[in-house]
């Protein structure tokens, strides 16, 4: 098994462009996330969905879209790419079997915005 | 608001044993886990308190005490491999679409 799956690994991005994040789990998990990383911030929620079809806001939504159709897969797009959305994207899945059950995390996209 | 705080670093020896600590003030609060993260690598579930009280993962011990908002990660015979940045995360849900995670406490390990 691949576990969680993210495309690409690194991008360069020119303010105002847009671009389209891949994330792809072979766990079966409901529930997946996008998470951004950035030098001492931790990790922020920027949305999540519990089930194909459903997509929620995090606490930093702002100039991020998703989609998840698929249930094995869940997209983050960026509209129109800013300075600020410099950073490191995790995407992570986790089951709803279980209380608190882990969140399985891909090995992220790191994105520059000049 | 919502708030993690964690020592942004702690040094240890070899075969030490070092204490990471996690207060929280959330609105809600189910339980909380910890995650460990590698330099450039993704984060790794290491254990999870929903209960007070101590729970034991071979070297790693973490600890809940939900009337002091307080928890902690132990982790003893330290290793040159546990070098790597340590997380807290609250749940405030029993499912982890509410997950919160401190910034992060970064543990070196010298020989």
């Known amino acids: 098994n691949a576990g969680v799956t993210q495309t690409p690994k690194f991008r360069v991005l020119k303010t105002g462009q847009s671009m389209t994040l891949l994330c792809a789990q072979d766990?079966?998990?409901?529930?997946m996330y996008w998470y951004r990383q950035d030098p001492g911030m931790g990790l922020r929620l920027i949305h999540y969905?519990?089930?194909?079809?459903?997509?929620a806001k995090g606490e930093v939504p702002d100039g991020y879209n998703v989609s998840r159709l698929k249930k094995q897969n869940f997209l983050l797009g960026l509209e129109s790419a800013a300075p600020s959305q410099t950073s490191v994207y995790f995407c992570?899945?986790?089951?709803?079997?279980?209380?608190?059950?882990?969140?399985?995390f891909g090995n992220g996209t790191r994105l520059t915005v000049t | 608001g919502q708030s993690l705080e964690q020592p942004s670093e702690v040094t240890a020896v070899e075969g030490a044993i070092v204490q990471i600590n996690c207060t929280y003030q959330?609105?809600?609060?189910?339980?909380l886990s910890w995650y460990q993260q590698h330099d450039g690598g993704a984060p790794t579930f290491l254990s999870y308190n929903g209960l007070d009280g101590l729970e034991e993962t071979g070297r790693f011990s973490s600890f809940l005490s939900r009337s002091d908002s307080y928890g902690y990660l132990l982790l003893q015979e330290l290793q040159m491999k546990d070098s790597a940045s340590y997380f807290c995360?609250?749940?405030?849900?029993?499912?982890?679409?509410?997950?919160?995670f401190g910034t992060g406490t970064r543990l070196q390990v010298f020989p």
């Open positions: 766990m079966n998990h409901e529930y």
């Open positions: 959330t609105s809600g609060f189910y339980g």
């Open positions: 969905s519990v089930g194909e079809g459903t997509t």
């Open positions: 995360a609250v749940s405030r849900a029993r499912n982890t679409d509410k997950l919160i």
């Open positions: 992570a899945s986790s089951s709803r079997d279980r209380e608190n059950s882990p969140l399985h």
